[in-house]
T-cell receptor
Framework: DAKTTQPPSMDCAEGRAANLPCNHSTISGNEYVYWYRQIHSQGPQYIIHGLKNNETNEMASLIITEDRKSSTLILPHATLRDTAVYYCIPWGGYGQNFVFGPGTRLSVLP | DTGVSQDPRHKITKRGQNVTFRCDPISEHNRLYWYRQTLGQGPEFLTYFQNEAQLEKSRLLSDRFSAERPKGSFSTLEIQRTEQGDSAMYLC?????????????FGPGTRLLVL
C-alpha cells in the first residue's frame, strides 16, 4: 500500500480557497487517489477521486502532479461547514483495502 | 434518504456483554465494509463482503468478533465478551464494485462504550 504524508493541520479563512496537499510518492501506476473528509462524530464523506487527470466536481477539485507523486485537493470557497479532517487515500482496487492515515485537520476560520 | 444506515447509533454496555450492530447498505451495492475508529485515529479496516461472501478479515478482527451478511443485503457485526478496549466508533461502508474502481459510502457509525 502506498504511504501518504499530509500536514497534520491547516487553517483557512472563510470564503478563501483551501488547498490541501498530499504526498504519495510510492503510489503505483494502477492506484487511484481518493479524498474523503470526516466532520466531527460523523462517518467519512466521499469528496473526489482521480487517476492521472485533474478532476472537478461540485465539492472540490483534485490536482494530481504529472509524476503522480503528490496531489492537492482544492475547496474553492471554504465555508465553516468545511471544517473537518481530510484524508488522502491511494487505492489500487481488487485485493487492496482503504488505509486511512491521520489526515489533515482543516479549520475554516470566520 | 438512500444512504448507508447503521443501528444503533450509540451503545453503552458492560464489560463481558455481547453486542450486535446492524448496517443497511445503499440498495444494489454489492460490497459492504466494516471499519473501527478510535479517538484521534483514522478508520481501520476490519472486514468486507462481496454479496454474501466474506472475502477478507483484518488481524484486528479477533475471535470475539463475527460479521455476517446472510442474504447479501444488510450486515451484522457482533462482539462477544466485550472489553473496554472495544470502545470505538464502528463504521460501515458500501460500494458498487464494477471491476476497476469503486467509491465507498459510509454510514454515520455506531459509537460503542464499554464500561
Amino acid at each position: 500500500d502506498a504511504k501518504t504524508t499530509q500536514p497534520p493541520s491547516m487553517d483557512c479563512a472563510e470564503g478563501r480557497a483551501a488547498n490541501l496537499p498530499c504526498n504519495h510518492s510510492t503510489i503505483s501506476g494502477n492506484e487511484y487517489v481518493y479524498w474523503y473528509r470526516q466532520i466531527h462524530s460523523q462517518g467519512p464523506q466521499y469528496i473526489i477521486h482521480g487517476l492521472k487527470n485533474n478532476e472537478t466536481n461540485e465539492m472540490a477539485s483534485l490536482i494530481i502532479t504529472e509524476d503522480r507523486k503528490s496531489s492537492t485537493l482544492i475547496l474553492p470557497h471554504a465555508t465553516l461547514r468545511d471544517t473537518a479532517v481530510y484524508y488522502c487515500i491511494p487505492w489500487g482496487g481488487y485485493g487492496q483495502n482503504f488505509v486511512f492515515g491521520p489526515g489533515t485537520r482543516l479549520s475554516v476560520l470566520p | 434518504d438512500t444512504g448507508v444506515s447503521q443501528d444503533p447509533r450509540h451503545k453503552i454496555t458492560k464489560r463481558g456483554q455481547n453486542v450486535t450492530f446492524r448496517c443497511d447498505p445503499i440498495s444494489e451495492h454489492n460490497r459492504l465494509y466494516w471499519y473501527r475508529q478510535t479517538l484521534g485515529q483514522g478508520p481501520e479496516f476490519l472486514t468486507y463482503f462481496q454479496n454474501e461472501a466474506q472475502l477478507e478479515k483484518s488481524r484486528l478482527l479477533s475471535d470475539r468478533f463475527s460479521a455476517e451478511r446472510p442474504k447479501g443485503s444488510f450486515s451484522t457485526l457482533e462482539i462477544q465478551r466485550t472489553e473496554q478496549g472495544d470502545s470505538a466508533m464502528y463504521l460501515c461502508a458500501s460500494s458498487l464494485w464494477g471491476g476497476r474502481e469503486e467509491t465507498q459510502y459510509f454510514g454515520p457509525g455506531t459509537r460503542l462504550l464499554v464500561l
